[in-house]
């Protein structure tokens, strides 16, 4: 995998590591649970309209 550090519009940065630990911990997770790849875009986009509603992202219960 190669990411690039990203510049965000606030001034911090999400750092190439960051991204790939998120990645692999989210890709794993997906492996664990055997989902398909249609399954796990489908927890993406559904992870996307949620998180769409906040501006930081907050634990959830």
């Known amino acids: 995998m190669n990411f690039q550090n990203i510049q965000m519009n606030n001034g911090t940065v999400l750092t190439a590591t960051k ?3 998120l990645v692999r911990y989210i890709v794993n997770k997906f492996s664990e649970e055997n ?9 993406l986009e559904n992870t996307k309209d949620v998180i769409g509603e906040f501006s ?4 959830m219960s």
Request: charged share 40%.
């Open 19 to 21: 991204t790939e630990e």
């Open 35 to 43: 989902l398909t790849y249609d399954e796990a875009n489908i927890v």
């Open 56 to 59: 930081k992202v907050q634990k």
